[in-house]
Structure formats: structure tokens, C-alpha cells
């Protein structure tokens, strides 16, 4: 049964930092895409960052770049996003997402999500 669990969610006040995990199992790793997306209350889920299933290659959201940063640990099953000078606008539930390639392609995993909230 293949898991994505996210953590390191929270309330942050403007400017400042978090770093969200997602720990996955029940996969091979490193055969998968990891994205990270997000959906702020009354708006559509959007992309905010991708990495490749070797990460050598990553893409950001224009609104988030050169503020976060997506990293991948192969031999830990976790993906991480380092977030940055955090804006209120930056509020809304994150959610992990894993990408199989190759003969994997046709699966598609998500996590349950996590709360970030930026506010003073």
C-alpha cells in the first residue's frame, strides 16, 4: 500500500521559514516524480514545485521562485520544500504528489496534506 506523508506544516509569520517533508513507502522511490502542489481555501489546487524522479532537474510556480526550494533524499524516501520569505498569499493546504515514470507512468499518488498558514 503505497503512503505520502506530509509534515512540517504550521502557522509562520510573514518573512519567515518552513521546511515540509513527505516520507513515502509502499514504492520505488526513485522511479517517481516528486511535485508539490497547493490549494489556498476557495481556489483551485496549483503546482508550486516539481523535481525529477533523479533530481537533477527541478521547476518552480513564477510566484515561489527563488523563495522555495524542492530537494529529494532517494535513500530516505522523503521530498522536501524549503520555504522562504513566506507571504500570507502563500496559505493554503500542501499536498505531496509521486509521479511514476517509464513503466511506472500510469501511477499517480497523493498525501493527505498539510496546513501552512503565513500571518501575523
Known amino acids: 500500500q503505497v503512503q505520502l506523508v506530509e509534515s512540517g506544516g504550521g502557522l509562520v509569520q510573514p518573512g519567515g521559514s518552513l521546511r515540509l517533508s513527505c516520507a513515502a513507502s509502499?514504492?520505488?522511490?526513485?522511479?517517481?516524480?516528486l511535485s508539490w502542489y497547493r490549494q489556498a481555501q476557495g481556489k483551485e489546487r496549483e503546482l508550486v514545485a516539481a523535481?525529477?524522479?533523479?533530481?537533477?532537474?527541478?521547476n518552480y510556480a513564477d510566484s515561489v521562485k527563488g523563495r522555495f526550494t524542492i530537494s529529494r533524499d532517494n535513500a530516505k524516501n522523503t521530498v522536501y520544500l524549503q520555504m522562504n520569505s513566506l507571504k500570507p498569499e502563500d496559505t493554503a493546504v500542501y499536498y505531496c504528489?509521486?509521479?511514476?515514470?517509464?513503466?511506472?507512468?500510469?501511477?499517480?499518488?497523493w498525501g493527505q496534506g498539510t496546513q501552512v498558514t503565513v500571518s501575523s
Open positions: 504528489n509521486a509521479q511514476g515514470t517509464g513503466i511506472y507512468y500510469r501511477h499517480n499518488y
Open positions: 509502499g514504492l520505488t522511490f526513485s522511479n517517481y516524480a
Open positions: 523535481i525529477t524522479s533523479a533530481g537533477g532537474i527541478t
